[in-house]
């Protein structure tokens, strides 16, 4: 079996640049933005890519709002995603609920395939579902090294504020929690929606990492270490690798990456920061 490395983090937090380190300096391959067009048959998709495009050096880890631009850089297969998991109206979706009626044995056989097709492991990002679902992923695949990738939450709301100013303040940009939290924010402004965001995530994946303290599959990485050191974030997720009967090859970075945000004005800041603080209330864990 291939080992897949699986990709989580809130919006903002920097999981679409892993993804190209991991595609572009490691022997991994991708779920690319040519497979995405074939979401629906991914193992035609990714023969086809197979057969048309050859995994070569990126020129740039670039990115808009997570989405690369060339037809080889990674995607992340949100529809293929959203169909295993039972993603209907991500409004009122229930991971709980759905988690009976997802066929994980279904979603394993596609991606091993895709495994088996490119002969080589596989970088996913399914982004929050892979942490509403996380203890199914990690029995379905015993394999996989899941990374959580955090990010100071200061920077993350600063960077979803500013995506929702583009796309229009009155539309949800990135994760949407699960519908009781979702609803309980329709009636909050832009910052406290945000905040609320922000804050559930952070507690919900705090809340996994606990109840799975130690397990050889998890591994957490930070934003700021991944771009002042990115070799040995590497390092470690080949380690956490290893550990779990896989192999991992890289090529080192010649150089730290450059760290991307702006935090605003300093009356936006304390803004923030005071939203975040009472938001942090209704999910202690997310200030551990």
């Not at 990126?58 to 293929?80: C, N, V």
């Not at 929606?193 to 591994?219: D, I, N, P, R, T």
Request: aromatic share 12%; net charge positive.
């Amino acid at each position: 079996m291939y080992s897949n490395v699986f990709v989580m983090g809130l919006p903002r937090s920097g999981t679409t640049l892993l993804s190209q380190i991991l595609y572009n300096n490691t022997d991994l391959f991708c779920t690319n933005n040519f497979m995405a067009r074939f979401w629906g048959t991914p193992l035609v998709g990714a023969k086809l890519s197979s057969l048309s495009i050859t995994k070569k050096r990126l020129r740039s880890f670039d990115s808009f709002y997570g989405r690369t631009a060339d037809i080889d850089q990674p995607h992340e297969f949100s529809k293929f995603w959203h169909k295993c998991l039972k993603v209907e109206d991500f409004r009122g979706y229930e991971p709980e609920k759905v988690s009976s009626r997802i066929d994980w044995r279904m979603l394993q056989s596609k991606i091993l395939g895709i495994n088996a097709i490119f002969n080589g492991g596989l970088v996913c990002k399914p982004m929050e579902f892979a942490g509403f679902h996380l203890n199914s992923l990690l029995q379905t695949f015993n394999r996989a090294v899941f990374v959580y990738l955090e990010r100071d939450a200061l920077e993350v709301t600063s960077s979803i504020l500013r995506a929702r100013k583009e796309a229009g303040e009155e539309k949800w940009w990135g994760s949407y929690p699960p519908a009781q939290f979702y609803e309980s924010l329709r009636g909050e402004n832009l910052l406290n929606q945000v905040a609320h965001q922000v804050c559930y995530f952070k507690a919900m994946y705090e809340g996994k990492f606990s109840e799975s303290s130690g397990h050889s599959q998890l591994l957490r990485l930070h934003y700021r270490e991944l771009c002042d050191s990115p070799n040995e974030a590497l390092a470690k997720i080949k380690d956490a690798v290893r550990k779990n009967g896989g192999e991992l090859t890289f090529e080192p970075l010649p150089a730290p990456l450059a760290k991307s945000g702006f935090l605003g004005s300093s009356e936006e800041v304390l803004q923030m920061k005071q939203a975040l603080k009472e938001a942090s209330r209704a999910y202690p864990q997310s200030m551990a």
